[in-house]
């Protein structure tokens, strides 16, 4: 719930309202909905179906919404996980090429001095 909440401040702060246009708007109290927004409280889907009409969205997209900071902030966790595995698997491949080296030395007819 408070990830949501969060959706809903920043969505809030982006109209440039207050708690209490939204509070008035939904006709609830303004401890009410700071409690939403700090996920104190959880939704029901009337309410849920209230706030989304509210943003002019649907529920599915306030539910799903990300603000633009949290979208980069996790592409950059991908990229960096991302490149961790190319390093990962350019050591396995040394590492695979190393136990072939071994094998084919250990394979090969040794001389008689």
């Not at 927004?37 to 029901?44: L, P, Q």
């Not at 997209?61 to 390093?87: P, R």
């Amino acid at each position: 719930m408070k990830s949501l909440g969060k959706k809903i401040r920043l969505l809030r702060h982006q109209k440039g309202w207050s708690q209490e246009d939204v509070a008035k708007q939904l006709d609830i109290s303004i401890p009410a909905f700071s409690k939403i927004e700090t996920g104190i409280t959880d939704i029901n889907l009337s309410r849920l179906e209230q706030i989304s009409k509210l943003y002019e969205m649907t529920v599915v997209q306030l539910l799903t919404f990300n603000d633009i900071e949290q979208e980069q902030k996790s592409a950059s966790e991908i990229e960096s996980v991302q490149k961790k595995l190319v390093e990962r698997e350019a050591e396995l491949i040394d590492l695979q090429k190393k136990v072939i080296e071994l094998y084919e030395e250990l394979r090969r007819p040794k001389a008689i001095a």
